[in-house]
């Protein structure tokens, strides 16, 4: 079965600085996509980025970029110039077109902005 | 287009009593998903359609849960019996179709058993 583990429960980083969020999974499927989903207090879950697992480019949403280590099951995310709106829950999350794009999620990691 | 909405966004009810959500998604979108999550976890599949067919449902779900929809618009998701271990924040999330995967989520039902 496939599994998404988020190591870090929290992270602290001051305003404008650079963090990057870490996120390993299990499958033993080679065609899937990973995501990571920003989920701020009390508002909806928002789709940060996307990764295809057939495509060797890593993504990159303006501040928002990821390193996909394919071979080693790694998709962490680094935010630049990190903003006070970034404050918020990240989900990473795991899925596959042959079971519906039905996410497996990890437990997610705090990330809290000092000003 | 207003985004996925549902109702009710928060529910108290007693242990034993049923409960019903609900859940709009984007009009065009024809895949529909219902997630469970618990305080400090990430969110867990429940149930996802097609249209208006229930493709899958989680083997994790108890029988005392149900879901629909109607027409392939909007959903519910049904508790009966609740247990206090079903407290927890309940979202629906919706999707174009193949080749479109970004799933777009509802702010949430939280709903708590006494």
């Known amino acids: 079965a496939q599994t998404v583990t988020q190591s870090q429960p929290e992270m602290s980083v001051q305003e404008a600085e650079t963090v990057t969020l870490s996120c390993t999974y299990d499958?033993?499927?080679?065609?899937?996509?990973l995501f990571w989903y920003k989920q701020p207090p009390s508002r909806q879950m928002i789709l940060v980025i996307r990764?295809?697992?057939?495509k060797q480019q890593n993504a990159t949403e303006n501040r928002f970029s990821v390193n996909f280590q394919k071979a080693a099951k790694s998709f962490s995310l680094k935010i630049s110039d990190s903003q006070l709106g970034d404050a918020a829950m990240y989900f990473c999350?795991?899925?596959?077109?042959?079971?519906?794009?039905?996410?497996?999620w990890g437990a997610g990691t705090k990330l809290i902005i000092k000003p | 287009d207003t985004g996925v909405s549902q109702n009710p966004r928060h529910k108290i009810t007693k242990r034993g009593q049923n409960v019903t959500f609900r859940c709009d998604p984007i009009?065009?979108?024809?895949?529909l998903y219902w997630y469970r999550q618990t305080l400090g976890q990430g969110p867990e599949f429940l149930t996802y359609?097609?249209?208006?067919?229930?493709?899958?449902k989680s083997r994790l779900l108890s029988d005392r849960f149900s879901a629909e929809r109607p027409k392939g618009s909007f959903s519910t998701l049904e508790i009966q019996r609740t247990e206090q271990g079903d407290s927890a924040m309940y979202l629906c999330?919706?999707?174009?179709?193949?080749?479109?995967?970004?799933?777009?989520f509802g702010p949430g039902t939280r709903l708590t058993v006494t």
């Open positions: 999330a919706s999707s174009l179709g193949r080749g479109t995967y970004e799933q777009y």
């Open positions: 009009s065009e979108h024809n895949r």
């Open positions: 359609f097609q249209n208006e067919a229930q493709l899958e």
């Open positions: 499958t033993s499927e080679s065609d899937y996509y």
């Open positions: 990764q295809e697992a057939y």
């Open positions: 999350a795991y899925g596959r077109d042959s079971n519906n794009y039905q996410l497996i």
